[in-house]
């Protein structure tokens, strides 16, 4: 997937509350067709970043622009192209599903036929074709999430704007979720902002990630990318798994210039842990496969995104908690 324009773009967004900096000149873009995820502790800037693109609350530096337009000076006209899905979504209890999605299609000029059939289209793509005509007080908290999900489509936006999609959905659930997040940016050119704290789910479905910590975003890129600014000029631990005898491959491993240790997994016995130079990681490769061991597995520990996560909390001086904002 080739992400298209940028269709959010902050140029040193900052927003203060008395002597606390809750978002630090935040540059950021997003384009079209892309999935971004927003990750961070509580506290650490994700939901007021979302509040001033929504023009919600109005920032104290710095600018701000959805789909060319200033949010704080424009912001009903903002909210017609831009889905938004809270993390504690509210409906009317009294009403079905269905209605209160027809009130939203209302709100947003639709109407009619058209709306009769958007409305059967979501409630088919989140789960709730079954339970549509029934009271919203009579649901779940994941089923009230599913309807949030659809009542952030029903005007059909180019951005949508996501806080904690997943939130009490079940793991089935979590699945269809985000093949639907994943194709709304992929197959209909939706720009999707995405803020969660579960890390796993973030990596299956965001194209490019920004990590914030205490107002600041100190990562920004491809959970890749993010990885490799972490090791630049580091020595890299490979996780290699093969099969044969384990001292023969620890003795083609011991002979590879630019090897510095080689440890057994603690956790499984089948795996060496081999830290190398950067430069030396393909003979690694290579060495090995030219001795006849062929590895069926070669991982680059440290690139998964928990552990970029966990790096980036540690040099802050603190340790990251479980959010919702």
Known sequence: MTAGAVVIRT?????????RIAVRSLDLEVRQ????????PNGAGKTTTILMLLGLTEPTGGTAEVLGLDPARNPLAVKRHVGYLPDNVGFYGNLTGRENLRYTARLNGIDGRAANARIDELLRTVGLADAGDRAVETYSRGMRQRLGLADALV???SVAILDEPTTSIDP??????LELVRSLAHDHGVAVLLSSHLLHQVQQVCDRI?????GDVVALG??????????RGLNVSLEIGADGDPAATRAVLEAVPGVVAIDGDPQDHRLL???VAPEARSAVLTSLVGAGITPWLVRDRGMELDEIYQRYFAAAGGAPREVAA
Request: cysteine-free; proline content about 2%.
């Open 273 to 275: 842990v081999v830290t």
């Open 172 to 177: 089935v659930g979590v699945v269809e979720v």
């Open 222 to 231: 491809t959970v890749g990318e993010i990885a490799a600014q972490q090791q």
């Open 11 to 19: 140029v040193g967004l900052e927003k203060r509350y008395d002597d």
């Open 210 to 214: 920004s990590i914030f910590v205490a």
């Open 33 to 40: 067709g892309e999935v971004f995820g927003l990750l961070g």
């Open 155 to 157: 005007k059909s936006p």
